[in-house]
């Protein structure tokens, strides 16, 4: 079966650093990769997705950017974290329909 | 622009009568419809989908009714149990786009 798995679940950041975080499924290949961001009380935002190693779609600009080094890993990264970036991020993964979430990384920034 | 969104923000219910969560959608290109359970601290777990060729798609304690007319979604949770209690989320997906979220309903369970 197919599981993905995120982390870390939760970080806390200073303003200015920098940011990785990671997301890797299992059990599948050539998934679909998704980053949302999920702000308090809120729907999920897309901010990036993946058809392919190398292929990323932006959604929204930002301060963030993603990579997809291999099939099935998905990377979110910021080179200098703002206040705003804050929240929930989900990676997400799918072929054809659902997505399937993982458990998610609670951003705090300092 | 097109949303999709959630009649309310906060629906209480018995434990054991059955729930029922809406959703009002706008975009008529929307040709596939899905329903998430998110708790706490974790992320949101399908729970059950639709595509716009159906009215009713049932699972195991829950049933989708998709109403194109009016574009409106709803799922409804038989017997309610404290298990249930979480926030659901509805989506739709018009062609090759990519979802789109409501802000989430929650299911708060009375004993």
């Known amino acids: 079966s197919q599981t993905i798995h995120q982390w870390p679940a939760t970080l806390v950041q200073p303003v200015g650093s920098p940011l990785s975080l990671e997301c890797t499924v299992e059990?599948?290949?050539?998934?679909?990769l998704y980053w949302y961001r999920q702000a308090a009380g809120r729907g999920l935002q897309l901010l990036f997705y993946s058809v392919g190693i190398g292929q990323i779609s932006s959604e929204v600009p930002q301060n963030l950017s993603a990579s997809r080094p291999q099939d099935r890993q998905f990377i979110l990264s910021s080179k200098k974290l703002l206040l705003s970036d804050s929240g929930f991020y989900l990676c997400a993964w799918s072929s054809g329909q659902p997505q399937h979430f993982g458990d998610g990384t609670r951003l705090s920034i300092l | 622009g097109e949303s999709v969104g959630l009649h309310l923000p906060t629906l209480s219910v018995q434990e054991g009568d059955n729930s029922i969560i809406n959703c009002a959608y706008s975009n008529s290109a929307s040709d596939y419809f899905i329903w998430y359970k998110q708790e706490s601290g974790k992320g949101p777990q399908f729970i059950i989908d639709i595509r716009s060729n159906m009215d009713k798609r049932q699972g195991q304690r829950v049933t989708v009714l998709l109403n194109k007319t009016v574009k409106h979604l709803s799922l409804q949770i038989a017997a309610t149990q404290p298990g249930d209690s979480a926030v659901y989320f509805c989506a739709e997906k018009a062609g090759a786009d990519g979802l789109t979220f409501g802000k989430g309903t929650h299911l708060i369970i009375q004993p």
């Open positions: 059990g599948t290949s050539n998934p679909n």
